[in-house]
């Protein structure tokens, strides 16, 4: 890591101002401010570098307080030797002389890093340097630092140009470590990195290279991710404490104070540590008093500060302020004070708290989605003799963390020992999904269900279990009596309460699959109005997530991939919101869905990698397979079969976990990957086996883009007739759009597909709209529409570069047939308008020569004459060889370039 050049990232208009400055005349010097390491030392060598590339002479100068105690002490070395009696004004004249130089050659440039700490006389010289123009100055100065600013005369009196740094943007910084590290980076680990250094390029350094020496940072599946916890090194602690400067006990106390828990009322604060000390360090930047947009909330100014006093603090310390945070009157609904009671209750040295207390404590961290705190709270109160609501808190802990046979076992006890209809039915809803989501072991859950039903008084209780059987209903691949089910629940239980939730999730998810999005879509709305986030607890969070998924699947079958990659980048943002969880994966998985619907494979393929890494840990949904299925499409789209064949094995050793209504994803994707493999009768076998299933558990829009998908495989009549009957059960217009997709291919219908194409980009569905527009060149050609062919060709070719594709030999398989260098000269001057006399001087050649190139370059392309270049022009890149190994030529029929759900 050290030997690794970081590349200047996110300064693109700080160098624009800088290379003004330099080509400027006269030259004009520049005042570069920011924080402590935001990269004000590397944009002022970037400024000395290409000084010295224009010829300038330079000069580098870096000023320090011990420096400062002598006069022009940080500018020493540029100086000669002096006299011991010289004068002030003496020393200044000769100071001037040594670096301006004798006024002959380029202006000398001279960088002093850190100027604020410049003694006066220095900074009188500086100011002289600059009013004569006699040399450019680039100075960087500290923003905050307790000295004054010595460069602000210049740029407000005009004769320095101010560039201010703030720290990187999340984007930015996930791309430079992305560059730095020379891959992909997990979406939780950037997001990790973002919260911990801020975009601070040197706390992002120094955590990098502590992460990979240390080897918590590592590769895996293609992608870095950092293991464990993400804790500033030593060397990093002594950045960050010499930045923080000299600080007295009060104000340490109170940073002691806020490493316990941030952010804390200003009250708390002031009582555990002094109002002063306080006040001290918010005038110095330290913390600040507005923590979540809310007055009164203190919190350290970066996070950084908080683990390094943290790391430093005794722990016998901490403990100390966490018993009398907790022995205080503080906000209980505060998530902070939860926090940092939960803690105390389990640090020992007072009287165990019973195990109600610890329970519910558990609860409320679990709804915080901190499931390794909750665990250690349930556990507890289980020691304290705690009952059902004990055990119950556990398997809230242990659920998403992905124990399946733990939550199995301990859901059974917790249901043995239950005394209330309540606790035996929350026992039992969890016992049911997570047998049949975690466990694929739908049948017995089933089972566990119905022996449970009988035994129930409360109407409560009957509406849950009945609002579960409606989720196991469509996991058994019975969507419509899911809704049907769940639409008798939420007719009688009351809107917001479990049972009404849980109907709503598993009426959205029926709806999703059956054809009706607009209707899944609205239960979606409705569900997540009575939901908070977030809310880690069993029921809420599986609601949650099950609601995602629904509206995931809702605009994927309806043919929306821009609101659906609008949806995933959303839905993803929230969940990293929150401390890291299964639902991290989830939110991967429909980022892949999403971009694989759009076309966008390569960056679908990175989604579903994190996922996949993800979901192979912890699979409490049964989302597994799903992600298999896609990440195996996306590997045969980009041409890897070797890597989908894999992951179709994978499919086949599990396919027993597999929830069956997700049946159809799991044989598409089969199907797909096989005639990648050209096994083409075993890929009409499972495609015919992928609509079946989805057919007879009523799943019209599965079925409907499993035809689609997989047409080419066989029956395209068959699968004309199917659709359209199909479209007429569809509450979207997408169902019939595929149709006439598949009606058009038959019929050889140019016009038509080139009017489908538009329609599917329009809707986001990029690679569809490229093999619209492929086969529309295809059946223009065949009817010798040589121009039309041409130009549905160049609208294929965008569409797939724009998927990412540009390279894959899908690609070149689309691209027109090649012109020779020479072919492609003259057509790029003929397009900008030149005579064929005009070209043939320019190229050195006869008129006739032109005329020729001409004509062939007319005859490949298509076109009848020059005003029709700039149209077929393509502007492909450089081909390695043609398809098929056979030069020259283009086949288009039954080319398509995907073939996915």
Same mark, same amino acid.
């Given at each position: 890591m050290e030997a690794m050049r970081w590349p200047l990232m996110g300064r693109e208009a700080e160098l624009r101002t800088m290379n003004a400055a330099l080509t400027a005349r006269p030259e004009r010097s520049l005042v570069i401010t920011g924080p402590p390491g935001v990269g004000r030392s590397r944009l002022a060598r970037e400024a000395l570098t290409a000084a010295a590339q224009r010829g300038h002479p330079t000069a580098w100068a870096v000023a320090t307080g011990a420096a400062a105690l002598v006069p022009l002490g940080a500018l020493a070395h540029l100086l000669p030797a002096v006299d011991d009696g010289a004068t002030g004004l003496a020393l200044l004249q000769r100071a001037t002389a040594a670096i301006a130089g004798d006024g002959t050659g380029p202006t000398p440039v001279l960088a002093v890093d850190d100027a604020h700490l410049l003694d006066q006389m220095s900074v009188t010289l500086l100011h002289q340097l600059a009013a004569s123009g006699a040399v450019m100055l680039v100075l960087t100065v500290r923003t905050g630092a307790t000295e004054p600013d010595p460069a602000a005369p210049l740029w407000k009196d005009g004769l320095a140009d101010r560039i201010h740094l703030e720290p990187l943007r999340r984007a930015e910084l996930v791309r430079l470590v992305g560059q730095v590290l020379g891959g992909d980076v997990d979406a939780r680990t950037g997001e990790r990195l973002w919260h911990l250094s801020q975009g601070n390029p040197l706390f992002l350094r120094e955590l990098l290279e502590d992460?990979?020496?240390?080897?918590?940072?590592?590769?895996?599946?293609?992608?870095?991710?950092?293991?464990?916890?993400?804790?500033?090194? %030593?060397?990093?602690?002594?950045?960050?404490? !010499?930045?923080?400067?000299?600080?007295?006990?009060? =104000?340490?106390?109170?940073?002691?104070?806020?490493?316990?828990?941030?952010?804390?009322?200003?009250?708390?604060?002031? !009582?555990?540590?002094?109002?002063?000390?306080?006040?001290?360090?918010?005038?110095?930047?330290?913390?600040?008093?507005?923590?979540?947009?809310?007055?009164?909330?203190?919190?350290?100014?970066?996070?950084?500060?908080?683990?390094?006093?943290?790391?430093?603090?005794?722990?016998?310390?901490?403990?100390?302020?966490?018993?009398? /945070?907790?022995?205080?009157?503080?906000?209980?609904?505060?998530?902070?004070?939860?926090?940092?009671?939960?803690?105390?209750?389990?640090?020992?040295?007072?009287?165990?708290?019973?195990?109600?207390?610890?329970?519910?404590?558990?609860?409320?961290?679990?709804?915080?989605?901190?499931?390794?705190?909750?665990?250690?709270?349930?556990?507890?109160?289980?020691?304290?003799?705690?009952?059902?609501?004990?055990?119950?808190?556990?398997?809230?802990?242990?659920?998403?963390?992905?124990?399946?046979?733990?939550?199995?076992?301990?859901?059974?006890?917790?249901?043995?020992?239950a005394v209330t209809d309540d606790d035996r039915v929350e026992a039992t809803v969890i016992r049911v999904l997570d047998l049949a989501c975690a466990l694929g072991q739908v049948a017995q859950a089933q089972a566990v269900l119905d022996a449970v039903v009988p035994a129930v008084r409360s109407d409560h209780g009957r509406s849950l279990l009945a609002a579960t059987g409606a989720v196991l209903a469509f996991c058994s691949g019975d969507p419509v009596g899911a809704v049907d089910q769940a639409t008798a629940v939420r007719s009688t239980a009351r809107e917001g309460e479990p049972a009404w939730q849980l109907a709503t999730a598993a009426a959205a998810l029926g709806h999703a699959v059956t054809g009706a999005p607009r209707s899944a879509l609205a239960r979606v709305a409705e569900g997540r109005a009575g939901l908070s986030w977030p809310d880690g607890r069993s029921v809420p969070a599986f609601v949650h997530l099950a609601l995602a998924q629904a509206e995931v699947m809702a605009l994927r079958l309806s043919?929306?991939?821009?609101?659906?990659?609008?949806?995933?980048?959303?839905?993803?943002?929230?969940?990293?919101?929150?401390? =890291?969880?299964?639902?991290?994966?989830?939110?991967?998985?429909?980022?892949?869905?999403?971009?694989?619907?759009?076309?966008?494979?390569?960056?679908?393929?990175?989604?579903?990698?994190?996922?996949?890494?993800?979901?192979?840990?912890?699979?409490? $949904?049964?989302?597994?397979?799903?992600?298999?299925?896609? /990440?195996?499409?996306?590997?045969?789209?980009?041409?890897?079969?070797?890597?989908?064949?894999?992951?179709?094995?994978?499919?086949? =050793? !599990?396919?027993?976990?597999?929830?069956?209504?997700?049946?159809?994803?799991?044989?598409?994707?089969?199907?797909?990957?096989?005639?990648?493999?050209?096994?083409?009768?075993?890929?009409?076998?499972?495609?015919?086996?992928?609509?079946?299933?989805?057919?007879? %558990?009523?799943?019209?829009?599965?079925?409907?883009?499993? $035809?689609?998908?997989?047409?080419?495989?066989?029956?395209? $009549?068959?699968?004309?007739?199917?659709?359209?009957?199909?479209?007429?059960?569809?509450?979207?217009?997408?169902?019939?759009?595929?149709?006439?997709?598949?009606?058009?291919?038959?019929?050889?219908?140019?016009?038509?597909?080139?009017?489908?194409?538009?329609?599917?980009?329009?809707?986001?569905?990029?690679?569809?709209?490229?093999?619209a527009a492929a086969e529309a060149a295809a059946a223009h050609e065949r009817r010798g529409a040589r121009r039309a062919a041409a130009t549905a060709m160049a609208r294929a070719v965008t569409l797939a570069r724009e998927c990412g594709l540009a390279g894959s030999q899908s690609l070149q398989a689309l691209l027109p047939p090649s012109l020779t260098a020479r072919e492609q000269e003259v057509a790029r001057l003929a397009s900008l308008g030149l005579s064929n006399v005009q070209i043939a001087d320019r190229l050195v050649v006869s008129v006739r020569t032109v005329e020729a190139h001409l004509s062939h370059i007319y005859g490949k392309l298509g076109i009848t004459g020059r005003t029709e270049l700039s149209d077929a022009l393509v502007d492909p890149p450089p081909r390695t060889g043609p398809p098929n190994g056979a030069r020259g030529e283009l086949t288009l029929r039954g080319r398509r370039l995907s073939a996915r759900l």
């Open positions: 992460g990979v020496w240390s080897g918590r940072l590592t590769k895996c599946e293609g992608a870095w991710r950092w293991q464990d916890a993400m804790l500033p090194s %030593q060397r990093l602690c002594e950045i960050v404490l !010499a930045q923080l400067g000299q600080l007295d006990a009060a =104000e340490w106390r109170v940073l002691e104070v806020l490493a316990t828990v941030e952010p804390l009322s200003a009250r708390e604060v002031e !009582a555990l540590s002094s109002r002063e000390a306080v006040a001290r360090l918010e005038r110095l930047g330290v913390v600040v008093d507005d923590a979540e947009g809310t007055p009164g909330l203190v919190r350290t100014a970066h996070p950084l500060y908080t683990e390094v006093v943290r790391s430093r603090t005794p722990e016998a310390v901490l403990r100390s302020i966490r018993r009398e /945070l907790l022995a205080g009157s503080g906000d209980d609904r505060s998530p902070a004070h939860v926090a940092a009671r939960c803690l105390a209750l389990l640090d020992g040295g007072e009287p165990v708290p019973d195990a109600g207390q610890l329970t519910a404590a558990a609860r409320r961290a679990a709804a915080m989605l901190d499931h390794r705190l909750a665990g250690r709270l349930a556990r507890a109160a289980v020691e304290a003799g705690g009952q059902a609501p004990a055990y119950l808190a556990l398997v809230e802990a242990t659920t998403w963390p992905g124990s399946p046979v733990e939550t199995e076992d301990l859901t059974r006890h917790a249901a043995e020992v043919g929306r991939a821009r609101e659906l990659e609008s949806l995933a980048a959303d839905l993803h943002r929230r969940n990293l919101a929150g401390p =890291e969880w299964y639902g991290d994966a989830v939110a991967s998985l429909h980022c892949g869905w999403a971009a694989l619907a759009a076309g966008r494979v390569r960056v679908a393929a990175r989604w579903l990698v994190s996922a996949y890494t993800g979901l192979r840990r912890a699979d409490p $949904l049964g989302l597994l397979p799903v992600c298999r299925s896609q /990440l195996a499409m996306a590997r045969a789209l980009l041409g890897d079969v070797d890597a989908a064949r894999g992951l179709v094995a994978e499919l086949d =050793e !599990a396919a027993s976990a597999a929830l069956p209504v997700y049946a159809p994803f799991v044989l598409v994707a089969r199907a797909v990957v096989a005639g990648a493999q050209g096994h083409s009768a075993e890929a009409a076998r499972l495609s015919r086996e992928a609509a079946r299933s989805a057919a007879e %558990q009523g799943q019209v829009a599965t079925e409907a883009v499993v $035809l689609h998908t997989t047409f080419r495989f066989g029956r395209p $009549l068959h699968v004309v007739d199917r659709l359209g009957v199909l479209a007429r059960r569809c509450e979207s217009a997408y169902v019939q759009d595929l149709a006439d997709h598949v009606g058009a291919i038959v019929a050889e219908n140019g016009d038509d597909l080139d009017v489908l194409s538009r329609r599917f980009e329009e809707a986001g569905l990029l690679l569809t709209a490229a093999d």
